[in-house]
Structure formats: C-alpha cells, structure tokens
C-alpha cells in the first residue's frame, strides 16, 4: 500500500471544503418599501452571487402575496444583470396567501453582483398593513444556490381597506314590476 503524506491530505481536504462553502453562496437583498394603494412601483432585486453566473442561464424563485400586491412584470434596464430584453415569468404555485414565480434570463450576466431586475408591483387595497416578498431560490444553469436573502418587508401607508363579507344582489320580493 501507498499513502500520501498527511499534510498532502489535508491540504486538499481544505481546499475541496473551501470550493463547497463557496460555489453556492448567493445574497439576495430586496429593499423594504413604503406603499400606497394603487400604485405601480419597481422594486429592485439585487444579487451578489459567484462568478459561475456570468457564464450561464439564471433564475431567481419568488414568492409574491397576493391580497395586496400583484406581479405585473420583471424589468430589465440598462446596467441591470439580466441582459435578456423579456425576462420569462412562469406562475409555479399557488395557495391561499402567495403566488410563486419563476423568473428566468437564458442569456448569461454580465457581472456576477448588482442589480438582477427590477419587479414590477401593483398595489391593492386590502387589510395587511405589512407583507414581504421573499426569493426562495437562485439558480446558475442547473446548479441551485443556497440564498441568504435580506429585505423585502413591504408597508403601506394607505388606510385600510375592509372588504364586504358578501358580494351579490338580493332579490326583492315582491316585486311589483
């Protein structure tokens, strides 16, 4: 039997572990926000991930509520990540509360850290004074990254709006015509 030196060993052990913590590291931040009811507001979507990115399709995973805010669309500007003219959003689920999308670019990024895309947002009426979009994942090609995600509260300034318990006509009886 041959073995290696045990520094040789350990040397190597170190770097693997040293690749593993780093590949798959992405941050996402989206900024908390004041709101009011009715509006149309952009919300940056900033990303500082490795530098695999730049070579590869990415997409980012976000869930959205949906009782007081809608997703109308995701914007690429100039100087944003997203060098694709369209992103592609796809509806993945949907429940009670959230709505989940994917939101993709098949062409690789120019950088691997700044602005991602900006959300674009409608504003409803409703009872929640407080909500938060949350990223759930990012992904390079086929390889998932683990996201540390900070931000995305939402509050709104506008009154709150009680919706009726019932919507309908009655009928009325009798009815003389």
Known sequence: MHFLPL???FSVIVLLAANVLQAGMTEVILPDT???QGSLIELPLSVKTTSEAMVSNCSVIVSIPK????LKDAITKSGTLFTCKKPIITLLSENSVNRTYSISCQNPLFQSEGILFFLQ????AGIDSITSINALSFSIGDSIQSIVQSGGKIRFSDP???QAQAEGMDINLPNPF
């Open 34 to 36: 004041l709101v009011k």
């Open 121 to 124: 947002l409608e504003v409803l």
């Open 160 to 162: 709150l709006v009680i």
């Open 7 to 9: 520094h040789i060993v």
């Open 67 to 70: 009782r007081r805010i809608i």
